[in-house]
């Protein structure tokens, strides 16, 4: 069984959630803000993890596998919400929009 180096991922451990405090994929052209709370549990050989306030969830064998996926998963939030133009999205989109924001912001390149 591979162990999961929870350093080099940024997750930090708490009693039934990690937060996420960064994205692991330098691919990933965005950086958080805050710390994203997700739930994890392991059942029948996978994890499964969520965010219940962003309505992500994946599982996977692999927590890393994981952790990536979701990470993704935000990443296509981001596209699909953020940006887009505001006059393009419902009310229900435009505070979604507003609530990732409040997580995380483009990298900025020198």
Same mark, same amino acid.
């Given at each position: 069984?591979?162990?999961?180096?929870?350093? @080099?991922?940024?997750? #930090?451990?708490?009693?039934?959630? !990690? /937060?996420?405090?960064?994205?692991?994929?330098?691919?990933?052209?965005?950086?958080?803000?805050?710390?994203?709370?997700? &739930?994890?549990?392991?059942? &029948?050989?996978?994890? !499964?993890? /969520?965010?219940?306030?962003? &309505?992500?969830?994946? !599982?996977?064998?692999?927590? /890393? #596998?994981?952790?990536?996926?979701?990470?993704?998963?935000?990443? @296509?939030?981001?596209?699909?919400?953020?940006?887009?133009?505001?006059? #393009?999205?419902?009310?229900?989109?435009?505070? !979604? #929009?507003?609530?990732?924001?409040?997580? @995380?912001?483009?990298?900025?390149?020198?």
């Amino acid at each position: 069984m591979t162990r999961t180096n929870f350093e @080099a991922l940024k997750i #930090k451990p708490t009693p039934f959630t !990690f /937060e996420l405090e960064d994205f692991s994929d330098p691919e990933i052209p965005l950086k958080l803000i805050r710390p994203l709370k997700l &739930n994890v549990t392991f059942e &029948n050989g996978k994890y !499964f993890v /969520e965010s219940e306030e962003l &309505n992500m969830f994946t !599982f996977n064998h692999d927590l /890393e #596998k994981v952790i990536s996926d979701l990470e993704w998963y935000f990443f @296509a939030l981001w596209e699909n919400y953020v940006l887009e133009k505001d006059e #393009k999205l419902a009310s229900s989109g435009l505070r !979604f #929009k507003k609530l990732i924001q409040t997580y @995380a912001e483009e990298k900025h390149v020198l």
